[in-house]
């Protein structure tokens, strides 16, 4: 039997309609939340267990070498593939703007002759993407096409060779994760402090690998 609308039979059977899809909102909403929690959850979990946990040896040959600064450790080992003849050439990328050149060549396991001739430092990038843009600014005023080693650490790897795939489609990229002794990301189910470190970069990979997807799938929109 169908009542009036404005009779108090049709405002209950109104109200209570409304309270269902309410109710179904609700629900629809809490299993939504909860796909995304456990997919967010079982994402990060795969990302902690995937990085690197030591050093292994780059037997490769490369025309470049980029290290993105953020610690001193980065700098060192990507000097010391330069030293070993794994690369032409060496960008510092992401240098503070008050570094001198002269500050960086005393403590790289590299001879002046060579830091003069093949050591490259950027001052421009302020962030991970900024590293990238400044990686493909070198390649092409340098003249080189790959492949590229990467040289950062490890828990900031994923970030990085997303934020260059974007940059430098088709350039061969050769990961060189650095391990630090003071951080041990195999830490991180019992240490707070590496959870969270972790954590926060997961997230902003995520953000660059959704940023940098309309590039990767459909080059001819990537940034020229």
Same mark, same amino acid.
């Given at each position: 039997?169908?009542?009036?609308?404005?009779?108090? %039979? !049709?405002?209950? +059977?109104?109200?209570? #309609? /409304? &309270?269902?899809?309410?109710?179904?909102?609700?629900?629809?909403?809490?299993? =939504?939340?909860?796909?995304?929690?456990?997919?967010?959850?079982?994402?990060?979990?795969?990302?902690?267990?995937?990085?690197?946990?030591?050093?292994?040896?780059?037997?490769?040959?490369?025309?470049?070498?980029?290290?993105?600064?953020?610690?001193?450790?980065?700098?060192?080992?990507? %000097? !010391?593939?330069? +030293?070993?003849?794994? #690369? /032409? &050439?060496?960008?510092?990328?992401?240098?503070?703007?008050?570094?001198?050149? =002269?500050?960086?060549?005393?403590?790289?396991?590299?001879?002046?002759?060579?830091?003069?001739?093949?050591?490259?430092?950027?001052?421009?990038?302020?962030?991970?993407?900024?590293?990238?843009?400044?990686?493909?600014?070198?390649?092409?005023?340098?003249?080189?096409?790959?492949?590229?080693?990467?040289?950062?650490?490890?828990?900031?790897?994923? &970030?990085?060779?997303?934020?260059?795939?974007?940059?430098?489609?088709?350039? =061969?990229?050769?990961?060189?994760?650095?391990?630090?002794?003071?951080?041990?990301?195999?830490?991180?189910?019992?240490?707070?402090?590496?959870?969270?470190?972790?954590?926060?970069?997961?997230?902003?990979?995520?953000?660059?690998?959704?940023?940098?997807?309309?590039?990767?799938?459909?080059?001819?929109?990537?940034?020229?």
């Amino acid at each position: 039997m169908t009542h009036p609308p404005c009779s108090p %039979a !049709g405002r209950n +059977a109104a109200r209570d #309609a /409304r &309270r269902k899809r309410a109710r179904a909102a609700l629900l629809w909403a809490g299993c =939504a939340a909860g796909f995304l929690g456990s997919a967010l959850l079982a994402g990060f979990v795969g990302f902690a267990r995937s990085l690197e946990q030591e050093e292994t040896t780059l037997i490769v040959q490369a025309e470049g070498v980029v290290a993105l600064t953020g610690g001193s450790d980065r700098v060192l080992d990507a %000097a !010391g593939l330069l +030293a070993r003849g794994q #690369a /032409r &050439r060496l960008l510092i990328t992401g240098v503070n703007q008050s570094t001198h050149g =002269a500050d960086i060549a005393r403590f790289l396991p590299v001879s002046r002759d060579l830091f003069a001739c093949c050591v490259d430092l950027g001052y421009r990038a302020q962030d991970t993407q900024g590293n990238a843009m400044e990686t493909r600014d070198w390649m092409r005023a340098r003249g080189l096409t790959g492949p590229l080693i990467v040289v950062t650490s490890n828990y900031h790897m994923p &970030r990085a060779l997303t934020e260059l795939s974007a940059a430098l489609p088709g350039v =061969a990229l050769y990961p060189y994760p650095v391990v630090s002794e003071h951080v041990s990301v195999g830490d991180w189910r019992n240490d707070w402090r590496v959870a969270k470190l972790i954590g926060r970069e997961y997230l902003k990979y995520l953000r660059a690998v959704l940023r940098t997807a309309p590039g990767r799938l459909f080059p001819a929109l990537a940034a020229p």
